[in-house]
């Protein structure tokens, strides 16, 4: 369900800011189906996962818990 994380100057904001990732998906994958992917992959909670879709694919703007840090979990997948 989920492709790859999708890294860019607006996404590192959010990562900071709001404490968030943003994945490219695939595009049918409905909201719970991203919500549950991403929590058994980086064995974390999610808080709210919001999509939409343009040119590159369907993206996935997924809110983490405030006990779970998306710094952390993008330190773990190579986000930096």
Known sequence: IVHYPHV????MMQMEQKNA???I????ANKAQIKSAVEK????????????????GKHAVVTFM???KAED???????F
């Open 8 to 11: 860019t100057e607006k996404t």
């Open 21 to 23: 990732l943003e994945f």
């Open 25 to 28: 998906v695939r595009r049918t």
């Open 41 to 56: 992959l980086f064995d974390v909670k999610v808080k709210s996962v919001n999509t939409r879709i343009t040119q590159l």
């Open 66 to 68: 405030p006990e779970f």
């Open 73 to 79: 979990i993008g330190m773990r997948i190579g986000v």
